[in-house]
């Protein structure tokens, strides 16, 4: 069966870096895109970009445009969002899902707590 | 960007009731729209695609309509476990996807 696992929750000061990483598994990853959504804490579902598990394309939110890469590692089927120059309102439960530009979001990871704090 | 909006934000339900949630696209999507539903604490969960289509293993009382830039998700008879909120998102877009802001479905 299709599993994305996440990896956990990570603390982090202003400023500093986080990398997220999903492990999927039942499926073949090369064949789909790995998009990844934030939810800030009693908000609603933001998405933040996508990366082509194919050939490594990515397309990122404008808004995160120069703080965010998403890659993916074809030997181990994962893929990892870094987000860098943290500040207070990325503190967020951050999720994977397989799907991207195209299509809709099938699968999803349990998700990640970002808590961004001094 | 491709804005929608859902409403309403919040309703209130009763187990049995009819309820009807609401998506509108600021441009013509053509059907490119999918429902989660997400339970506190949980990661969101597809319930159908393509506006109408079902995913395997979700209930046939959910239900969803719609085209060109208005769609709706109808569950017909509220069960306990349908008490969570839901949300729309267009992936018609080639740059972006765009969730509506959501609707909680509470008691």
């Known amino acids: 069966q299709v599993q994305l696992v996440q990896s956990g929750a990570e603390v982090r000061k202003p400023g500093a870096s986080v990398k997220v990483s999903c492990k999927a598994s039942?499926?073949?990853?090369?064949?789909?895109?790995i998009s990844w959504v934030r939810q800030a804490p009693g908000q609603g579902l933001k998405w933040m970009g996508w990366v082509s598990a194919n050939n490594g394309n990515t397309n990122y939110a404008q808004k995160l445009q120069g703080r965010v890469t998403m890659t993916t590692d074809t030997s181990t089927s994962t893929a990892y969002m870094e987000l860098r120059s943290l500040r207070s309102d990325d503190t967020a439960v951050y999720y994977c899902?397989?799907?991207?530009?195209?299509?809709?979001?099938?699968?999803w990871g349990q998700g990640t707590l970002v808590t961004v704090s001094s | 960007d491709i804005q929608m909006t859902q409403s309403p934000s919040s309703l209130s339900a009763s187990v049995g009731d009819r309820v009807t949630i609401t998506c509108r696209a600021s441009?013509?999507?053509?059907?490119?729209l999918a429902w989660y539903q997400q339970k506190p604490g949980k990661a969101p969960k597809l319930l159908l695609y393509?506006?109408?289509r079902l995913e395997s293993g979700v209930p046939s009382r959910f239900s969803g309509s719609g085209s060109g830039t208005a769609y709706t998700l109808t569950i017909s008879s509220l069960q306990p476990e349908d008490f969570a909120t839901y949300y729309c998102q267009q992936y018609y877009s080639t740059l972006t996807w765009t969730f509506g802001q959501g609707t909680k479905v509470e008691v």
């Open positions: 039942g499926y073949t990853f090369t064949s789909y895109g």
């Open positions: 393509a506006a109408s």
């Open positions: 899902a397989r799907g991207f530009y195209g299509s809709w979001a099938d699968y």
């Open positions: 441009q013509g999507i053509s059907n490119s």
